[in-house]
Structures are given as structure tokens and as C-alpha cells.
């Protein structure tokens, strides 16, 4: 069983930076497909990021684009969203998610594909 944890969150005035972390265990991160979410107050979830199995492919919502960066370390078990520049429109809580589905360059950018979740951290920049 697969579970995740994020940290990192925390406050931050615009133009920072911060590095959300979410540990896996059950499974190892190199087998699993990872991405981040986020959802502000009266807001939908939305995408943030997402990367495939093999970790050569990634994809980011337009909003962050060159500003944030997912990754991950095999050896820590645990993927990583670096986040910089950033925006009070950033403030929401980030979710990290997993799913063992799909090929191995496949990334999702929908949270059904998701069935694996983390509890959330806050994320509040401000300006």
C-alpha cells in the first residue's frame, strides 16, 4: 500500500522560493507516476505538475511554467516540487499523487488518474 507524505509548505513573501517533498513508501517513486496538485479556498484542485515512471518525461500547468520543477531522488524514495518566483496566486494547499499505471514516459495531468494522495501542505505566499 502505497502512502505519501508532504512537507515544505510554509509562508513565504512573493519572490521566493520553497521545496515541497513527499515521501512514498510501500513502493519505491521510480515505479510510480508522480504529480502535483493544488487547491486555493473556493477553488477547484488543479494540476501543478506531473512525471512519468521513467522520470524522462514532465509536464506544468502554464501558470508555473518556468518557475517550478518536479523531480525526484530514487535513493530518498521521495519526489520533490521546487518552487520559485513565486506569486500570492500560488497560495493553496499542494497535493502530491502516485499511480503504478501506464507506460513508463506517460505522465497525467488529470487527477483520475490518481489513487494514491498525500494529506496536503500549505503553501501561503504573500505580498
Known amino acids: 500500500q502505497v502512502q505519501l507524505v508532504e512537507s515544505g509548505g510554509g509562508l513565504v513573501q512573493a519572490g521566493g522560493s520553497l521545496r515541497l517533498s513527499c515521501a512514498a513508501s510501500?513502493?519505491?517513486?521510480?515505479?510510480?507516476?508522480m504529480g502535483w496538485f493544488r487547491q486555493a479556498p473556493g477553488r477547484e484542485r488543479e494540476f501543478v505538475a506531473a512525471m512519468s515512471i521513467s522520470g524522462t518525461s514532465t509536464s506544468y500547468a502554464d501558470s508555473v511554467k518556468g518557475r517550478f520543477t518536479i523531480s525526484r531522488d530514487n535513493v530518498k524514495n521521495t519526489a520533490y516540487l521546487q518552487m520559485n518566483s513565486l506569486k500570492p496566486e500560488d497560495t493553496a494547499v499542494y497535493y502530491c499523487?502516485?499511480?503504478?499505471?501506464?507506460?513508463?514516459?506517460?505522465?497525467?495531468?488529470?487527477?483520475?488518474?490518481?489513487?494514491?494522495w498525500g494529506q496536503g501542505t500549505q503553501v501561503t505566499v504573500s505580498s
Open positions: 510501500g513502493r519505491t517513486v521510480s515505479s510510480l507516476a
Open positions: 499523487a502516485a499511480v503504478r499505471s501506464g507506460g513508463a514516459s506517460y505522465y497525467y495531468t488529470s487527477s483520475t488518474w490518481y489513487d494514491k
